[in-house]
């Protein structure tokens, strides 16, 4: 079985500033993926960031990059240069072969001025 | 914009009365699932599509049903509403062709409430 564990329920940032988002997984895949997927107030979840567990090197999107230590089993979201639009649900999830994502509980981040 | 649209967007039903939800995609995408979440949870995987072949989640209640009559629409049928099955239900597509690396589009979900 797979499971997705963020630990961080809220958190709050500054705009402009820099903050990390926390997720642990476990799996007894070899061959899996690494996901963060944000989902704005009464909006759609959209894909943040993808990372392949076989590559070592961190996935980074603009703002948006990931600390993946495969062996702790962490995959950390970091977002610099907060934005207000930024304030949003935050989920970490896995997949393996079957290709069905595991989500996490989330972390709501809140950007303020 | 190519999408995927879940009407409507707030649904009240009540107790027992049969009811179902739509989700309809512009991508063209094979794989269609529909998730549960309630507040506080992560989205739980109820079942999904692979064309016409559907995937029942393990531990999905029979009270839920989906049907896929064309490759654009997708339906979730609560025969029997209770009260915890008062949730928002996200339906997402997937291109089906790529395996685990696959992004998931999702709608905007729809908020079920069961009085």
């Known amino acids: 079985a797979q499971t997705v564990t963020q630990s961080q329920p809220e958190m709050s940032v500054q705009e402009a500033e820099t903050v990390t988002l926390s997720c642990t997984y476990d799996?007894?895949?070899?061959?899996?993926?690494l996901f963060w997927y944000k989902q704005p107030p009464s909006r759609q979840m959209i894909l943040v960031i993808r990372?392949?567990?076989?590559?070592?090197q961190n996935a980074t999107e603009n703002r948006f990059s990931v600390n993946f230590q495969k062996a702790a089993k962490s995959f950390s979201l970091k977002i610099s240069d907060s934005q207000l639009g930024d304030t949003a649900m935050y989920f970490c999830?896995?997949?393996?072969?079957?290709?069905?994502?595991?989500f996490g509980t989330g972390t709501r981040l809140q950007v303020t001025l | 914009d190519a999408m995927v649209i879940q009407n409507p967007r707030y649904q009240v039903t009540q107790f027992g009365k049969p009811v179902t939800l739509s989700c309809s995609q512009t991508?063209?995408?094979?794989?269609m699932y529909w998730y549960q979440q309630k507040s506080s949870q992560a989205p739980k995987l109820l079942f999904h599509?692979?064309?016409?072949?559907?995937?029942n989640e393990a531990d999905t209640p029979d009270n839920f049903q989906s049907r896929r009559p064309n490759t654009s629409f997708c339906f979730l049928d609560i025969r029997s509403p209770g009260l915890g099955d008062a949730a928002m239900y996200l339906c997402?597509?997937?291109?089906?062709?790529?395996?685990?690396?696959?992004?998931?589009?999702f709608g905007p979900g729809t908020r079920l409430l069961v009085l």
């Open positions: 599509y692979y064309d016409k072949d559907f995937n």
């Open positions: 999830a896995l997949t393996g072969t079957a290709s069905k994502l595991t």
């Open positions: 990372q392949e567990a076989y590559k070592q």
């Open positions: 991508l063209n995408h094979n794989v």
């Open positions: 799996t007894s895949e070899n061959n899996y993926y």
């Open positions: 997402a597509t997937s291109r089906g062709d790529r395996g685990p690396q696959e992004t998931q589009y």
